[in-house]
């Protein structure tokens, strides 16, 4: 029984793209409000790294990890059904590296194909798995990690901003349609955050403008209002306000946390 509106006790969280990030600032917040956190990712080593990372605040709270590669089309939903047939998960946090940079006109067709499966499909497998579970308890919280390019495409990130605004409109659809059961959908739209994905942005961008690091930093860094980058613990705040019984009543929203940079409501 949750007794407290922020209060995650005896909940269990899976968290994507866990060893790192936003994934892993986001797990850290759930634990913190007492849930039960399993991180998933592919790299055993980081995820057992990520794993002593976690809090433990009540006695009953334990953690742990599944190692899958969502980008793993072929074998991906076997492995999902074999990890996830005997526990029940009432909060499914679906997040997963950003596809390779690039101008969409330049992009191959496989690349499309790959982050459809690496993105849409497997959240939406996992997603299949976890709604028998959420439903039976009477919690559920999804909660897609997306961007802020659903709203406006982000220039040099084609395939990202196809493949995330695919991502969108599926959430809004799920959202209608588990909204009879009490459970919510809702998408996370970060921002420039300072993770090794905005790293990679920032290499990209050096290499194909000639210009320092610093110096494309600073460019990115003007756009915001703010003056700044987001830090991972402000996008898993976020996160863990979703995730809590406090937003019962939101669902098939976007909540952009970038500072002010999107340039619409």
Same mark, same amino acid.
């Given at each position: ?105 330049? @992009? ?121 980058? @987001? ?6 705040? @976020?996160?863990?306000?979703? @995730? ?22």
């Amino acid at each position: 029984m949750i007794h407290k509106k922020s209060d995650l006790h005896h909940i269990n969280a899976l968290v994507c793209g866990g060893s790192k990030g936003i994934g892993l600032a986001s797990a850290v917040k759930l634990a913190e409000m007492g849930a039960n956190v399993t991180l998933l990712s592919r790299n055993i080593e980081k995820l057992s790294m990520a794993l002593d990372t976690l809090p433990v605040i009540h006695a009953q709270q334990t953690h742990g990890y599944i190692s899958i590669d969502l980008g793993d089309a072929a074998h991906l939903e076997t492995k999902i059904k074999n990890h996830f047939r005997d526990k029940t998960f009432s909060i499914l946090i679906n997040n997963s590296g950003g596809p390779e940079a690039g101008p969409v006109s330049q @992009a191959e067709p496989e690349s499309f194909l790959k982050a459809f499966h690496q993105h849409l499909i497997a959240s939406h497998l996992l997603t299949q798995a976890l709604i028998p579970g959420m439903k039976k308890s009477q919690y559920g919280r999804i909660i897609n990690i997306i961007s802020t390019s659903v709203k406006i495409p982000l220039s040099g990130l084609g395939v990202s901003n196809t493949i995330r605004g695919a991502m969108a409109s599926w959430s809004k659809t799920l959202s209608n349609e588990l909204a009879p059961f009490g459970i919510t959908v809702n998408n996370v739209l970060p921002g420039a955050t300072a993770t090794e994905r905005l790293d990679e942005i920032i290499n990209n961008k050096s290499k194909k403008l000639m210009k320092d690091k610093s110096s494309v930093t600073e460019e990115m860094v003007r756009e915001i209002p703010m003056g700044r980058f @987001a830090k991972p613990e402000e996008i898993a705040a @976020a996160v863990g306000f979703l @995730a809590s019984p406090e937003a019962s009543y939101i669902t098939g929203i976007n909540i952009p946390v970038d500072g002010g940079r999107t340039g619409c409501l």
